[in-house]
């Protein structure tokens, strides 16, 4: 069988035209979202990314301990930015939206559709995630990442790789809840670093903080000397993200 009889659809010039002028569309839309959210965010710095699971209860210490955090940050004059579901995401805008600073929410449309929280003062809905996830990067001063499975996970690593790679500028990048997060350190350590697939001055773009006032003071310690804007060098990194 030649390679044209297994690939029919690629004969049919209508089909081939058809699925063009779609493919075509989709790049204009992914175009869209990107230009609309740049314009919606490129005022609300500087900014402070909160990751974390959308399955956490509002009753729960997660819940109540990423509010603080979030109010903290927006009082201190960082807007925060979540996903815009609930959980975590919940959390922090509800903490933020009380606070002094804009609360953002980015949500995401999913095939079982996520329900944006009502504690946000921009709102920006993302049909592809690596749109949304640029997007969490692009404007972050910090990312402060609680509890979360594999949607949090995800988040993180990218983070971490983007910053490893200098593809983005370091930034402080804190884990919220050492009981939690110390299975996955320790297996960094044990497994990564021991067998050379990262390096172990690698481990020093995590902290790990618990008290949320903490984590305030970390974020405002690291850029004492600096200041939040971005450095020349930097700003040329984040346009070519």
């Known amino acids: 069988?030649?390679?044209?009889?297994?690939?029919?659809?690629?004969?049919?010039?209508?089909?081939?035209?058809?699925?063009?002028?779609?493919?075509?569309?989709?790049?204009?839309?992914?175009?869209?979202?990107?230009?609309?959210?740049?314009?919606?965010?490129?005022?609300?710095?500087?900014?402070?990314?909160?990751?974390?699971?959308?399955?956490?209860?509002?009753?729960?210490?997660?819940?109540?301990?990423?509010?603080?955090?979030?109010?903290?940050?927006?009082?201190?004059?960082?807007?925060?930015?979540?996903?815009?579901?609930?959980?975590?995401?919940?959390?922090?805008?509800?903490?933020?939206?009380?606070?002094?600073?804009?609360?953002?929410?980015?949500?995401?449309?999913?095939?079982?559709?996520?329900?944006?929280?009502?504690?946000?003062?921009v709102s920006q809905t993302f049909r592809h995630f690596f749109a949304r996830k640029y997007m969490f990067v692009r404007f972050a001063t910090a990312y402060v990442v609680m509890p979360g499975g594999f949607g949090t996970l995800d988040e993180l690593l990218e983070a971490l790789t983007l910053i490893q790679t200098r593809k983005t500028p370091r930034i402080p990048l804190i884990l919220v809840g050492s009981e939690f997060w110390s299975g996955m350190l320790d297996w960094f350590r044990t497994r990564l670093v021991a067998e050379g697939m990262i390096n172990a001055e690698d481990m020093d773009l995590i902290t790990v903080i618990d008290d949320p006032e903490c984590v305030v003071a970390s974020i405002f310690q690291y850029y004492e000397t600096r200041g939040f804007g971005p450095l020349p060098e930097e700003h040329e990194l984040l346009l070519n993200l």
Not at 11 to 27: G, I, L, Q
Not at 48 to 68: K, Q
Not at 72 to 95: C, R
Request: proline fraction near 7%.
């Open 1 to 121: 069988m030649s390679a044209r009889d297994k690939l029919p659809n690629a004969a049919d010039p209508w089909r081939a035209s058809t699925n063009s002028a779609r493919e075509a569309w989709r790049v204009f839309g992914i175009m869209s979202e990107f230009v609309e959210a740049t314009e919606r965010l490129s005022a609300v710095r500087p900014a402070v990314s909160i990751f974390g699971s959308a399955r956490v209860a509002p009753d729960s210490g997660v819940y109540h301990l990423t509010e603080r955090i979030a109010r903290l940050l927006s009082d201190a004059g960082f807007a925060v930015i979540s996903g815009g579901g609930p959980g975590v995401m919940e959390a922090a805008n509800k903490g933020a939206f009380e606070g002094k600073s804009p609360s953002v929410g980015l949500n995401i449309q999913l095939p079982m559709e996520q329900k944006t929280n009502p504690y946000q003062d």
